[in-house]
Structure formats: C-alpha cells, structure tokens
C-alpha cells in the first residue's frame, strides 16, 4: 500500500487541512462547515466492498449514541449517486457520506490516495471543534477494520463528553 498525496496529509495537533468534496445530492460540503463539532472523518476505498460496507454501518450504529456534536463523515471516491443508493439500501442515517471522485481534495490533502489504485485508503482522523487534528489511524490493510473503540473515545475526549 503506497499513499501518494499533495502535502504532508494530516498531522496529529496541526490544524486540518481543509478540503471539499460532493454531498449525495450533488452540492459541494467544506470541512469547515462542520465547525464548531467534532468530526470523525473516515475514509473507505469503497462503499460497495464488504469491509466498507461494515465499518460505515459500525459507525452509523455508533453515532446514534453519540452526542449531536459529533459528526461523522464517510468519504470514498464512489460517485455521489452511488452512495445515496447504498446509504438508502443500508438506512444509513447518522453518517454523511461524500465524494471525491471529482474533486479528489480529501485524498490529496490527507496523503491518503493509494497510488496503485487511486482509491482512498482506509483512515480515520478525528478533528477537534477547533480544526485541529485530535486522532488518526491509517489502517496498513485495507481489508483489516479501524479501531473504532479508539476513534469514538479519541472523539468523545475532543467533543469535551
């Protein structure tokens, strides 16, 4: 697994660099319109592979107990359409899925695109209210699950719960 990417990726105690990319509903979502909460950013090869699919379901199960000043965002590089089909089919409703199929910022600025494939690779970066970088995990497979307990708590501690 080689990550290429534009800069340095995301550093734990620096601010996150911020980066847009594509709603299910085709409007463009900053990273900074999220501020103000604490943001689980994880990021997936694809919604529909198996691994992906599990670790999007896990955390939308898991944000139903967290507080509402945690958000958790999915990013793959799945065409917008595509993840609304498979949010709606999998009732994911505490997740906000987005694209960087079109404007690959999230890959690039987190160092987080995997060369041989051009895929996101599987991480998790847990940003502060603040903007800055609390948390992150780059999982070394891409077939291997994040630790989620590390994340949620990682997130809970920087969401001040």
Do not use: H
């Amino acid at each position: 697994l080689t990550l290429e990417g534009a800069t340095a990726g995301a550093v734990v105690g620096a601010p996150a660099p911020e980066v847009t990319a594509v709603a299910n509903d085709m409007s463009e979502k900053r990273l900074s319109d999220f501020r103000g909460k604490t943001v689980i950013l994880s990021t997936v090869p694809s919604l529909e592979t198996a691994v992906c699919d599990a670790e999007t379901r896990v955390f939308n199960e898991r944000a139903s107990s967290l507080s509402d000043q945690i958000v958790v965002l999915t990013v793959s590089m799945d065409l917008p359409f595509t993840q609304k089909k498979w949010c709606d089919a999998a009732g994911i409703d505490r997740v906000v899925t987005l694209s960087d199929s079109k404007l690959r910022q999230v890959g690039d600025r987190y160092a987080l695109r995997i060369r041989e494939n051009g895929l996101l690779a599987r991480a998790v970066t847990v940003i502060g209210p603040d903007g800055v970088v609390r948390y992150q995990e780059i999982v070394s497979e891409v077939t291997k699950e994040p630790d989620y307990d590390q994340a949620i708590a990682a997130a809970q501690v920087a969401a001040g719960n």
